[in-house]
């Protein structure tokens, strides 16, 4: 159902990677890919995936280096001339803020955790809006901390939920260019990210215990559902966050 559309998947560290699920399923429907790594220290790990989903692009994506968005971009549109979609799964704060109270938030943490979980999306977005093709999608990750409070999610809370709110507002930004934006929100996952949240695998049980699903989620059930989000059936749809959680938000 993608067949023809061209993306690129920002995000992929490494096999666990939810990035990784959304880029397999986007190149299992058909899609050809363009994906970044952090850094050369991050290559090695990110190169392999790279090959085994055939991506036509691997270029190098920190966000907090000045360039390196318009770099890619401009690649793109050498090599491409336009876009179908951007899937963006990047998100960081310092541990010592991560762990804290929100009260206790350092403002160059608070900063730093808004510019590379937020403001890149909206970066992404602005460089990637004149080489959107009609029908094109924009999906980024959120988590259910952005709307309850969870313990230990701490700062990470409100940066989500920025993110979130940046989602709707994009969605009537871009409309009359039929350019759709999303917020996936998937539970509590075992990856590198999310393994820097103070007491992890409390969330973790706490997802498998409450959730109507009585288990978590899996990246490539994430894929799927992004996969859908980029394709033409999901044309009425926009500004949304959407749930991949086993039912967990549905409970008080």
Not at 34 to 62: F, I, M, S
Not at 202 to 223: C, Q, S, Y
Request: a neutral charge.
């Amino acid at each position: 159902m993608l067949r023809g559309k061209r993306g690129l998947v920002v995000g992929i560290a490494n096999a666990h990677s939810i990035a990784l699920g959304c880029a397999a399923k986007l190149r299992g429907f058909g899609a050809e890919l363009a994906v970044t790594y952090l850094n050369d220290k991050a290559r090695p790990h990110v190169e392999p995936l790279a090959q085994q989903l055939g991506a036509d692009l691997l270029l190098p994506l920190d966000v907090t280096r000045p360039g390196q968005a318009e770099a890619v971009f401009d690649t793109l549109r050498e090599r491409w001339g336009s876009l179908d979609f951007v899937i963006h799964s990047i998100a960081f704060a310092p541990r010592q803020d991560l762990h804290g109270r929100i009260i206790d938030c350092s403002q160059e943490g608070f900063l730093q955790a808004m510019q590379v979980s937020v403001h890149s999306f909206i970066e992404l977005a602005r460089l990637a809006e004149p080489m959107l093709n009609p029908g094109g999608a924009l999906v980024t990750m959120s988590y259910y901390g952005a709307d309850k409070v969870v313990e230990h999610y701490n700062i990470m809370g409100p940066v989500k939920a920025a993110l979130e709110s940046s989602v709707r507002y994009l969605s009537l930004e871009l409309a009359a260019r039929d350019v759709r934006v999303y917020a996936v929100s998937p539970g509590p996952l075992m990856t590198r990210a999310a393994s820097g949240i103070d007491h992890f695998d409390e969330l973790v049980e706490m997802a498998k215990r409450r959730a109507p699903g009585r288990r978590l989620v899996d990246i490539a059930e994430v894929g799927r559902v992004v996969a859908f989000l980029v394709s033409g059936g999901a044309s009425g749809m926009t500004g949304d966050v959407v749930y991949i959680d086993a039912g967990l938000h549905h409970m008080a």
